[in-house]
């Protein structure tokens, strides 16, 4: 009865035009723009191989970007947009986060606004980790609790496709997982009468964050037994997991998102692009070193000639995505790109300095005017923000938004 009433509602609002109602995102946004993917490297994009030389449409394509040339009219290139955030690998993760590393990520925005409308408010992958990627991650809740990553294809593929046992003791886990939640809440609020009002005030924080796990998984409880699309899609007979097999997890994990938006598992996801000292073989030639080495280049021809091999072969994989994107269909039959944002970037601007300003921005789909390259003079008065860009997302989405950290318009009169 259930996938019945969904395929009929699918069917009506392909041909019956609603009026602007507030849950399908009001005037601001197509409502058909519903998905949101982020993907971040850790240690930054060559920003000299990235950039056009020329702004606007006909630019000639970069190094770094050439494998995404099939796609020129599927996204746009944005230069000299940053968070005014502070130096340094420690604070890698102000790509999401805004200007302060650590705070309330654009991802967790849009989650908490529009992913409960899925089986998962959120899904984190990460491909070539490490115990130094702790503590570095891209998403960060409402309250700075960072959110942990998945890293195996296997993993992924288990949640999103789970058998009929699996989903059972899934469904045993999220019930025992709410009763505990319950019994720690009604222990809170009874302490919470005997508490000075500094410590009021943190006890309200810690209600919001169990509040943000109480949806999240009343939402899995709601859904658990909906039939669940079993692809026909094959694993890997192993995980490639390993630093040195990132290029191999790449795919896989960008083959598993392209499902999971298909079949309307989630509407965000985050991928993070992490390895340190892996050297990699690319076309069958060992690189000169390790892929963090490399991004500390200082400059040198053959260190820098290295790392865009690397980075080359990561915009490889992601063209790999955009295709599946533009080749699946959604239930209106119209290509998953036409519904997804695909928003690429860093919060590295050079690596090979510590500098987080000017990072690397490629936005794909979304239903947006693509095939540009938007050039900002990042020290001219007033210049906006990656922020504003940011914002500008947020209302493709649907969000009545106007901020987002440190920024406060958008960037619609420049990318519509």
């Keep these: 009865m259930k996938q019945a009433r969904r395929r009929f509602l699918k069917a009506g609002l392909s041909c019956v035009a609603l009026p602007a109602l507030e849950a399908f995102g009001g005037t601001e946004a197509p409502a058909k723009v519903r998905t949101f993917v982020s993907v971040g490297a850790y240690l930054g994009w060559h920003a000299p191989a990235f950039f056009p030389k020329e702004t606007g449409a006909g630019y000639t394509m970069p190094?770094?970007?050439?494998?995404?040339?099939?796609?020129?009219?599927?996204?746009?290139?944005f230069s000299g947009l940053d968070h005014r955030a502070?130096?340094?690998?420690?604070?890698?993760?102000?790509?999401?986060?805004?200007?302060?590393?650590?705070?309330?990520?654009?991802?967790?925005?849009?989650?908490?606004?529009?992913?409960q409308k899925s089986r998962f408010a959120s899904l984190h992958l990460i491909a070539g980790a490490s115990e130094h990627t702790n503590g570095r991650q891209m998403s960060y809740t409402k309250e700075g609790v960072p959110l942990p990553e998945i890293e195996r294809p296997s993993v992924l593929y288990k949640r999103l496709f789970m058998s009929g046992a699996d989903r059972a003791r899934v469904a045993y886990l999220l019930s025992s997982g709410k009763s505990v939640l319950d019994e720690v809440v009604a222990d809170a609020k009874r302490l919470d009468a005997t508490l000075p009002a500094s410590d009021r005030a943190k006890?309200?924080?810690?209600?919001?964050?169990?509040?943000?796990v109480e949806r999240r998984m009343s939402r899995q409880i709601e859904t658990?037994?909906?039939?669940?699309?079993?692809?026909?899609?094959?694993?890997?007979?192993?995980?490639p997991i390993t630093p040195n097999l990132m290029?191999?997890?790449?795919?896989?994990?960008?083959?598993?998102?392209?499902?999971?938006?298909?079949t309307e598992s989630t509407r965000v996801i985050t991928f993070g692009l992490y390895g340190l000292g892996q050297v990699f073989s690319i076309d069958g030639q060992a690189l000169s070193a390790?892929?963090?080495?490399?991004?500390?280049?200082?400059?040198d021809p053959r260190m820098?000639?290295?790392?865009?091999k690397l980075e080359r072969s990561h915009m490889s994989k992601l063209a790999g995505f955009l295709k599946l994107l533009r080749e699946k269909k959604d239930a209106q039959d119209r290509p998953l790109l036409d519904s997804t944002i695909v928003l690429a970037g860093t919060g590295m601007g050079d690596a090979s300095r510590h500098s987080n300003q000017n990072l690397p921005t490629l936005v794909a789909g979304g239903g947006f005017q693509h095939g540009r390259h938007i050039a900002i003079q990042r020290d001219a008065a007033n210049a906006p923000l990656l922020g504003d860009l940011y914002i500008t997302l947020m209302q493709r989405l649907g969000m009545e938004t106007g901020t987002f950290s440190n920024a406060s318009r958008n960037l619609n009169h420049l990318f519509s």
Excluded at 87 to 114: F, V
Excluded at 203 to 212: A, C, I, Q
Excluded at 224 to 239: A, F, G, S, V
Aim: contains cysteine; charged residues 20%; glycine residues 8%.
């Design 304 to 308: 820098v000639g290295d790392l865009v």
């Design 224 to 239: 658990i037994d909906e039939e669940i699309p079993q692809p026909n899609y094959k694993l890997p007979e192993t995980d």
């Design 63 to 77: 190094a770094l970007l050439q494998p995404l040339e099939a796609h020129r009219e599927h996204f746009t290139i």
């Design 86 to 115: 502070p130096n340094g690998h420690e604070a890698w993760n102000n790509y999401l986060c805004g200007k302060t590393p650590g705070a309330y990520s654009l991802d967790q925005m849009i989650a908490d606004r529009i992913g």
């Design 203 to 212: 006890l309200g924080e810690y209600f919001d964050s169990v509040r943000t």
């Design 290 to 299: 390790g892929y963090h080495a490399l991004s500390h280049h200082g400059n």
């Design 247 to 262: 290029m191999e997890a790449e795919e896989v994990l960008y083959d598993l998102m392209a499902l999971a938006i298909q």
